[in-house]
């Protein structure tokens, strides 16, 4: 929270280099006059001045006194603390993505809408998205779709199951099967749990590796997670790679769109990986020069190089972008250059439908459904404005740097 940062700053004696906040002015707050006046606000109702970010009195128990303006002053708010919101007309919070005041089955939502307008956030009650079978549960506080049972959002110890009121809920019961006494905790069975390295979590419940297993690893005689890095080097994925009907084995693979270097390690194609400063991965696993000028991306299908924004490889409608699957911090820089949807005439009547169904907005030729992180930054989801412009925001509760406010997805591509 800003006023945390601020007053941790003026705590450290450094406040000369950090703008206080608004209501610390006393020409805007006439509480900051007082004595401890930087935590305090006006309160018009009654003249008084209250601690910031307080919950309850004066304002209705589970809302907080928030800084709002009036007419160029500071004055106080009551609104939800972040994480929570309001049903339109009344003045009590509920936690968002539980079920809150709404009837079985559904959950409460955030009204995306209503975040910017002056201090109210809104929520409304929706009922869960479908997933694509009942496997699955859908969650959500990010929009995804995770197996029953997995540890899915849940932290560590906790597994994803029905809570009693029909909704995905992180939980942990005794009596459950993937329940571990050693610990308390709650694990999914054939991931590595409360395991060593080399042995998962099995129906019993115990820790093990059997050599009939699709997860075991000839060469380090260990059992791994599949689909996970397991014990193979960077780049791989332990997946399965034969289904026979004596049982199916899982091997180290390279990730897709990746190439075994001579180094044994697996790369993001089209990035630098172990090659020399100008040189690239190429299909096999060979360095070779990056073929482009500065600023111009590689279009494999074509073996040549374009500059972004170029209609010309690819379909109507799109154009070459860079690859946003590639992460820079990871991969390094990638010259691969993709295709996406140019000015939004591309894929048009997907993006028609998309933009018709409630909760979902067209970005990049593909259809998101709103209020997740979609292709937003880690700590920011997609949210449509008044004026129907889709754009990234910080979650509620986020504040920057944790988060990246007000990108707009768009402007990317
Ligand atoms: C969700 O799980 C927690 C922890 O096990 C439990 O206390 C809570 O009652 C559950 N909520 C619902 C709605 O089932
Ligand atoms: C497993 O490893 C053993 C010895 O390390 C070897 O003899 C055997 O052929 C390997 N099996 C497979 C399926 O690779």
């Given at each position: 929270m800003a006023t945390w940062i601020w007053l941790a700053a003026l705590f450290c004696g450094t406040h000369a280099a950090v703008l206080p906040p608004p209501w610390a002015d006393v020409r805007r707050n006439p509480c900051a006059a007082h004595p401890r006046g930087w935590l305090m606000l006006y309160w018009p109702i009654d003249g008084k001045c209250y601690t910031i970010y307080q919950k309850g009195h004066p304002c209705p128990e589970t809302q907080e006194l928030s800084p709002g303006r009036w007419g160029g002053r500071t004055i106080a708010e009551c609104k939800c603390p972040p994480g929570t919101a309001q049903l339109p007309h009344t003045t009590t919070c509920h936690k968002l993505f539980e079920r809150g005041p709404c009837r079985a089955g559904e959950y409460f939502a955030p009204v995306e809408e209503s975040f910017n307008k002056r201090g109210e956030r809104q929520g409304m009650c929706v009922r869960p998205q479908q997933c694509a079978d009942e496997t699955l549960l859908y969650w959500p506080a990010d929009g995804k779709c995770y197996y029953r049972l997995s540890q899915g959002p849940c932290y560590p110890g906790a597994i994803l199951d029905i809570g009693d009121d029909g909704l995905a809920n992180c939980t942990c019961d005794p009596d459950s099967r993937n329940f571990w006494p050693l610990d308390g905790g709650c694990y999914a069975h054939f991931t590595r749990g409360p395991c060593d390295k080399g042995l998962l979590y099995l129906p019993g419940p115990r820790c093990g590796c059997e050599s009939h297993m699709p997860h075991y690893h000839n060469e380090t005689g260990g059992c791994y997670e599949l689909d996970s890095v397991g014990p193979c080097p960077r780049g791989h994925t332990f997946r399965i790679t034969q289904v026979t009907a004596q049982g199916s084995k899982a091997e180290c693979k390279c990730k897709s769109f990746h190439a075994r270097a001579a180094d044994g390690a697996c790369y993001r194609l089209y990035t630098r990986g172990p090659c020399e400063q100008d040189e690239m991965i190429a299909r096999g696993g060979r360095c070779i020069k990056v073929p482009c000028a500065r600023g111009r991306l590689y279009v494999p299908e074509r073996r040549r190089c374009y500059r972004p924004g170029?209609?010309?490889?690819?379909?109507?409608?799109e154009v070459v972008a860079f690859d946003f699957d590639a992460r820079p911090a990871l991969d390094g820089l990638s010259h691969n250059g993709v295709c996406v949807c140019g000015s939004?005439?591309?894929n048009r009547k997907e993006v028609e439908a998309c933009t018709a169904r409630k909760g979902t907005a067209a970005y990049g030729g593909a259809c998101h459904i709103l209020n997740t992180q979609g292709p937003c930054p880690d700590g920011s989801w997609l949210v449509k404005e008044g004026t129907g412009k889709v754009k990234c925001q910080c979650r509620p509760g986020r504040v920057p740097p944790e988060c990246n406010g007000d990108i707009d997805p768009q402007a990317k591509s």
């Amino acid at each position: 929270m800003a006023t945390w940062i601020w007053l941790a700053a003026l705590f450290c004696g450094t406040h000369a280099a950090v703008l206080p906040p608004p209501w610390a002015d006393v020409r805007r707050n006439p509480c900051a006059a007082h004595p401890r006046g930087w935590l305090m606000l006006y309160w018009p109702i009654d003249g008084k001045c209250y601690t910031i970010y307080q919950k309850g009195h004066p304002c209705p128990e589970t809302q907080e006194l928030s800084p709002g303006r009036w007419g160029g002053r500071t004055i106080a708010e009551c609104k939800c603390p972040p994480g929570t919101a309001q049903l339109p007309h009344t003045t009590t919070c509920h936690k968002l993505f539980e079920r809150g005041p709404c009837r079985a089955g559904e959950y409460f939502a955030p009204v995306e809408e209503s975040f910017n307008k002056r201090g109210e956030r809104q929520g409304m009650c929706v009922r869960p998205q479908q997933c694509a079978d009942e496997t699955l549960l859908y969650w959500p506080a990010d929009g995804k779709c995770y197996y029953r049972l997995s540890q899915g959002p849940c932290y560590p110890g906790a597994i994803l199951d029905i809570g009693d009121d029909g909704l995905a809920n992180c939980t942990c019961d005794p009596d459950s099967r993937n329940f571990w006494p050693l610990d308390g905790g709650c694990y999914a069975h054939f991931t590595r749990g409360p395991c060593d390295k080399g042995l998962l979590y099995l129906p019993g419940p115990r820790c093990g590796c059997e050599s009939h297993m699709p997860h075991y690893h000839n060469e380090t005689g260990g059992c791994y997670e599949l689909d996970s890095v397991g014990p193979c080097p960077r780049g791989h994925t332990f997946r399965i790679t034969q289904v026979t009907a004596q049982g199916s084995k899982a091997e180290c693979k390279c990730k897709s769109f990746h190439a075994r270097a001579a180094d044994g390690a697996c790369y993001r194609l089209y990035t630098r990986g172990p090659c020399e400063q100008d040189e690239m991965i190429a299909r096999g696993g060979r360095c070779i020069k990056v073929p482009c000028a500065r600023g111009r991306l590689y279009v494999p299908e074509r073996r040549r190089c374009y500059r972004p924004g170029t209609p010309e490889p690819c379909p109507v409608g799109e154009v070459v972008a860079f690859d946003f699957d590639a992460r820079p911090a990871l991969d390094g820089l990638s010259h691969n250059g993709v295709c996406v949807c140019g000015s939004g005439s591309c894929n048009r009547k997907e993006v028609e439908a998309c933009t018709a169904r409630k909760g979902t907005a067209a970005y990049g030729g593909a259809c998101h459904i709103l209020n997740t992180q979609g292709p937003c930054p880690d700590g920011s989801w997609l949210v449509k404005e008044g004026t129907g412009k889709v754009k990234c925001q910080c979650r509620p509760g986020r504040v920057p740097p944790e988060c990246n406010g007000d990108i707009d997805p768009q402007a990317k591509s």
